[in-house]
């Protein structure tokens, strides 16, 4: 892996490990995936494709925090209206 792009990864895989704290299948099982994720792409040392790989994991960030503000939404919704029927 080219030497500028290494902390650019690290710091998507700290960012995604952390976002994967309140995965709804757990932190675990996040981690595993996130893991073999990684490890599967760990080979790959052209600088364009390191670069196409973190635009997907940044699509990935904003994927999960939809998701996580979606959840919250949902529960504040559920608190304060009453349901529909």
């Known amino acids: 892996m080219a030497n500028p792009l290494r902390g650019e ?3 998507l895989y700290k960012t995604l490990l952390y976002l994967g704290r309140e995965y709804p299948q757990g932190a675990g ?3 595993e995936r996130l893991k073999s994720a990684f490890m599967k792409n760990r080979d790959v040392t052209d ?3 390191i670069k196409k790989l973190l635009a997907r ?3 990935v ?3 999960l925090e939809a998701l996580y503000f ?3 939404y949902r529960a504040m919704k559920k608190r304060y209206y009453e349901p529909e029927k």
């Open 9 to 11: 990864v690290i710091r």
């Open 29 to 31: 099982y996040f981690r």
């Open 47 to 49: 600088p364009d494709q």
């Open 57 to 59: 994991g940044e699509f």
């Open 61 to 63: 960030i904003k994927e």
């Open 70 to 72: 979606l959840r919250k």
